[in-house]
């Protein structure tokens, strides 16, 4: 492939990013705040984000299993018809049934982080494009742009919903600005999606070497089973306390508005990014595995020390520092996943962990509602989701520090 071509499918997979996050980041800080102010109760909008995250889990397995073989390309262009109808379901009914089918069907985040088929297709793209030595570089700064992104969004998501109420605007219809900007998200990236070239596709080579495949996979199986074993583990507890939950969670114990739970989540997806920046040199020095773990403990006691804390300042700067250390096991995960697997397994092995993080979190959102229904449960989730996440790192480190990816042997 000519240089001009690898370097204008990253340019558009960099970019695809960019406004994907942005989207689900603007989206966030006001998703819970609008199902409640329709009406839902919190254990509906629990429910809710949990379907949402199973009918992910069950798009995604179709989509990114079959995408090597059905085609990198189209696989995304779904993917984004997929955001753009979920976006367009929400703005147009109250209904609770059709609420939830949306959520199962289409691709909507209540998180803020990556949902979908995207990651895993854009990744394995990605890995096709460039050199083994520069893949940990290259998803941490795709993990960068993408928190900016996010934190971006989160920020002129919520502010601009308190603007419009200021001056005038009743609050539902402010929120559901917010949901067009979503959905005009979506139709955007099909637009981008559609001027990628045949290069980030599998060749032919790699098609011919494929054996049996269950789930796409074949020489890799096994270690792929592993990881989602654990990643769905880390996922659970992630569940629970996502971040429209924690945006939730800002509002009843400290009764602040939609604007500066934005302005907190900027600055935790800023700091978010550059963690996963430096988590490059880390890995480079330390080794992926060992920079997953290692980073990730410390981050998880901070996560069971922000309930904790008495005051909104203390609160958020502990929610802070552990954005500023939390998401550097994210581009070394991602990247140890796709390294230790056959090229033509790239989107499949991605798409299968992807799913099993999808499943892990699918049941937590429906348990933190019910939490969050309890006064005298609120702070529950934090203290179980730091718990079961340090409980995985152990996990991880006991299973796979000796499996090394090719940079490292």
């Given at each position: 492939?000519?240089?001009?071509?690898?370097?204008?499918?990253?340019?558009?997979?960099?970019?695809?990013?960019?406004?994907?996050?942005?989207?689900?980041?603007?989206?966030?800080?006001?998703?819970?705040?609008?199902?409640?102010?329709?009406?839902?109760?919190?254990?509906?909008?629990?429910?809710?984000?949990?379907?949402?995250?199973?009918?992910?889990?069950?798009?995604?397995?179709?989509?990114?299993?079959?995408?090597?073989?059905?085609?990198?390309?189209?696989?995304?262009?779904?993917?984004?018809?997929?955001?753009?109808?979920?976006?367009?379901?929400?703005?147009?009914?109250?209904?609770?049934?059709?609420?939830?089918?949306?959520?199962?069907?289409?691709?909507?985040?209540?998180?803020?982080?990556?949902?979908?088929?995207?990651?895993s297709v854009e990744q394995a793209a990605l890995t096709q494009l460039l050199p083994n030595e520069k893949?940990?570089?290259?998803?941490?700064?795709?993990?960068?742009?993408?928190?900016?992104?996010?934190?971006?969004?989160?920020?002129?998501?919520?502010?601009?919903?308190?603007?419009?109420?200021?001056?005038?605007?009743?609050?539902?219809?402010?929120?559901?600005?917010?949901?067009?900007?979503?959905?005009?998200?979506?139709?955007?990236?099909?637009?981008?999606?559609?001027?990628?070239?045949?290069?980030?596709?599998?060749?032919?080579?790699?098609?011919?070497?494929?054996?049996?495949?269950?789930?796409?996979?074949?020489?890799?199986?096994?270690?792929?089973?592993?990881?989602?074993?654990?990643?769905?583990?880390?996922?659970?507890?992630?569940?629970?306390?996502?971040?429209?939950?924690?945006?939730?969670?800002?509002?009843?114990?400290?009764?602040?508005?939609?604007?500066?739970?934005?302005?907190?989540?900027?600055?935790?997806?800023?700091?978010?990014?550059?963690?996963?920046?430096?988590?490059?040199?880390?890995?480079?020095?330390?080794?992926?595995?060992?920079?997953?773990?290692?980073?990730?403990?410390?981050?998880?006691?901070?996560?069971?020390?922000?309930?904790?804390?008495?005051?909104?300042?203390?609160?958020?700067?502990?929610?802070?520092?552990?954005?500023?250390?939390?998401?550097?096991?994210?581009?070394?995960?991602?990247?140890?996943?796709?390294?230790?697997?056959?090229?033509?397994?790239?989107?499949?092995?991605?798409?299968?962990?992807?799913?099993?993080?999808?499943?892990?979190?699918?049941?937590?959102?429906?348990?933190?509602?019910?939490?969050?229904?309890?006064?005298?449960?609120?702070?529950?989730?934090?203290?179980?989701?730091?718990?079961?996440?340090?409980?995985?790192?152990?996990?991880?480190?006991?299973?796979?520090?000796?499996?090394?990816?090719?940079?490292?042997?």
């Amino acid at each position: 492939m000519c240089s001009r071509s690898m370097n204008r499918n990253v340019f558009i997979l960099f970019s695809t990013r960019i406004i994907r996050l942005y989207c689900y980041g603007f989206l966030s800080v006001i998703l819970a705040l609008y199902l409640a102010q329709v009406g839902l109760s919190e254990q509906q909008i629990g429910l809710l984000f949990t379907l949402t995250l199973v009918g992910d889990a069950g798009i995604s397995l179709w989509l990114t299993t079959t995408a090597d073989r059905f085609g990198r390309k189209r696989t995304l262009i779904v993917g984004a018809l997929l955001m753009l109808g979920a976006g367009v379901a929400f703005i147009v009914t109250h209904n609770v049934i059709l609420l939830l089918a949306a959520a199962v069907i289409g691709v909507i985040s209540p998180s803020g982080n990556e949902i979908g088929p995207f990651l895993s297709v854009e990744q394995a793209a990605l890995t096709q494009l460039l050199p083994n030595e520069k893949r940990t570089q290259t998803f941490a700064w795709y993990n960068l742009v993408g928190s900016f992104a996010t934190a971006t969004g989160a920020l002129s998501g919520g502010w601009l919903a308190q603007v419009l109420r200021f001056r005038g605007m009743s609050t539902l219809d402010a929120y559901r600005v917010v949901l067009m900007g979503y959905a005009l998200g979506g139709f955007f990236l099909g637009i981008l999606f559609l001027a990628l070239s045949r290069d980030i596709e599998v060749t032919e080579v790699s098609r011919s070497e494929s054996t049996r495949r269950v789930l796409g996979l074949h020489r890799s199986r096994n270690v792929v089973v592993r990881l989602s074993a654990l990643f769905a583990l880390d996922a659970f507890a992630g569940g629970l306390i996502v971040q429209a939950m924690i945006a939730y969670w800002f509002h009843i114990k400290f009764g602040i508005d939609a604007g500066i739970i934005g302005t907190i989540f900027f600055g935790a997806n800023i700091l978010a990014g550059i963690s996963a920046l430096l988590a490059v040199r880390l890995a480079d020095r330390f080794g992926l595995i060992n920079t997953m773990v290692f980073t990730h403990i410390p981050s998880n006691v901070l996560l069971i020390l922000v309930p904790l804390m008495p005051t909104l300042p203390l609160a958020i700067t502990v929610l802070l520092l552990r954005f500023s250390i939390s998401q550097m096991d994210v581009p070394t995960r991602q990247s140890y996943t796709v390294a230790v697997v056959s090229p033509d397994e790239r989107s499949a092995a991605s798409g299968v962990t992807s799913i099993a993080r999808s499943l892990g979190a699918a049941i937590s959102p429906s348990l933190t509602g019910i939490f969050f229904a309890v006064p005298a449960l609120l702070s529950v989730p934090f203290y179980l989701a730091g718990g079961l996440k340090i409980v995985y790192d152990v996990l991880l480190y006991r299973s796979f520090r000796t499996m090394k990816p090719p940079e490292e042997k």
